[in-house]
């Protein structure tokens, strides 16, 4: 018997935002939709989870196709209260986390909610998709991120039984019109760090704030088969993502001097 | 001229723990300590930073040897600031980052706010620690914790030179007093992940909610290479970490797949 597939989207933007209603569409085109994502914006909120405090999920859109819940936690959390609450006992085909407003590519695939939640959806032996657009435009156009976005999930649906678990996809699409897009490259995760420039100033009671703001220093501009490369000669940039933090280099190292 | 070494110390369960305490004692046994921890608890804040609000930092602490500040944002927000304003400009010898309430051994390395924290400090290229007590409460006694912490500084600081950077280690410690603690072990994090079980209940209003709590799926619980097998057999963890999250081996597997 052929049942329907299940497509759990989340995102780290709110399901307010139009990236999210792009990856509900999009998702609803390959199966029943059911979404749980923040009630309000969770960008930058890594894989972070909520310990200390208890959480209030709302129904906010219910119909054959697509059911959509708010809510309280990270995403992550919403990763987590799909698949060991809602979802026990029921397959799910595949997870989308976005359409993220703003690139996931090169080290922010750390800090961001949106790949955060698509890590977590790996672990439950679900492929699992985070999806970017290079635009924090809050109005952006995701024709390009929808269209290759919709050829990736065509791909890893199609391949699903014969690739290995955890699957994660970090798919990140530039800023840039969709027939203007070159095509897609399998990429590894560009080295780089960010350096911030903290704007100080007093806020009306004379006290000093402090508000984040930073650039990305690509630590290797030229090397071809990173996914900042690709972002910036207008191919869409696929980095399959795994979790062992081990720098096993380093082990060698510490040989001795660790003792 | 020989000058003054500083150490920067953060944590995530915030500078009135007597985890932070006892890593700024510990510190200002190598050096003049200045540290910046956040106002309250972050724990399970993974890499999160603030974009969206300003942040307020006050100082609270100040002597000839150790100056703390209490900081309104996240762990990485407090390494962050740490290296991009108030250390601009000046030499950092070492990070230290703890003692952590709790272990961040295996997985738990990318949830914890104390690792982020350490991770973020390793990218400014100074050698980063994270030290963890594998015991959540908060009287924790820390002897073994700051005993095998004050070793591993040691080998840190005087290897320094010759290590490559970013140079980050997750040092995990077993809730057993300190002299039942067989020694150190150089591992890799442990495969495996959470499994929650969301605890759910009605609040006097009426709503339900919903609470987070869960158990670590140890994959290789055999396996005696790993930080998992260190603990549960007396010994300190010591895992270096690194942040390419390319998962390489699945590249290949996507060859032809994605295209």
């Keep these: 018997m052929q049942t329907?597939?299940?497509?759990?989207?989340?995102?780290?933007?709110?399901?307010?935002?139009?990236?999210?209603?792009?990856?509900?569409?999009?998702a609803s085109e390959f199966g029943r939709v059911v979404a749980i994502a923040p009630d309000r914006v969770q960008s930058g909120m890594s894989q972070a989870i909520t310990i200390n405090q208890p959480l209030f999920m709302r129904k906010v859109e219910s119909s054959e196709r697509v059911e959509i819940y708010a809510f309280s936690g990270t995403p992550v959390d919403c990763a987590k209260i799909a698949f060991d609450h809602l979802f026990v006992g029921r397959k799910v085909d595949l997870v989308l986390s976005g359409i993220n407003h703003g690139s996931?590519?090169?080290?922010?695939?750390?800090?961001?909610?949106?790949?955060?939640?698509?890590?977590e959806g790996s672990f439950y032996s679900v492929p699992s998709i985070g999806l970017s657009l290079d635009d924090h435009d809050a109005d952006a156009d995701f024709e390009?991120?929808?269209?290759?976005?919709?050829?990736?999930?065509?791909?890893?649906?199609e391949a699903a039984t014969e690739l290995p678990r955890p699957l994660c996809l970090n798919v990140n699409v530039p800023r840039i019109a969709a027939d203007q897009i070159e095509g897609i490259r399998l990429c590894r995760q560009t080295r780089g760090f960010w350096r911030e420039e903290f704007y100080a100033r007093q806020d009306p009671h004379g006290r000093e704030y402090f508000w984040l703001t930073g650039a990305f220093q690509n630590?290797?501009?030229e090397a071809e088969d990173t996914?900042?490369?690709?972002?910036?000669?207008?191919?869409?940039?696929?980095?399959?993502?795994?979790?062992?933090?081990?720098?096993?280099?380093?082990?060698?190292?510490?040989?001795?001097?660790?003792?």
Tied chains: 1, 2.
């Design 4 to 26: 329907e597939r299940v497509i759990f989207v989340t995102n780290d933007d709110s399901y307010l935002s139009k990236g999210f209603r792009a990856a509900v569409n999009l």
């Design 104 to 119: 996931n590519a090169a080290v922010n695939v750390m800090y961001s909610g949106t790949m955060g939640a698509a890590i």
């Design 144 to 157: 390009g991120a929808v269209k290759y976005g919709r050829m990736v999930i065509k791909s890893v649906l």
């Design 219 to 221: 630590a290797e501009p």
């Design 227 to 259: 996914d900042e490369w690709a972002l910036a000669h207008r191919y869409v940039a696929v980095v399959p993502v795994q979790v062992d933090m081990t720098d096993y280099r380093m082990l060698g190292s510490l040989q001795g001097v660790i003792k």
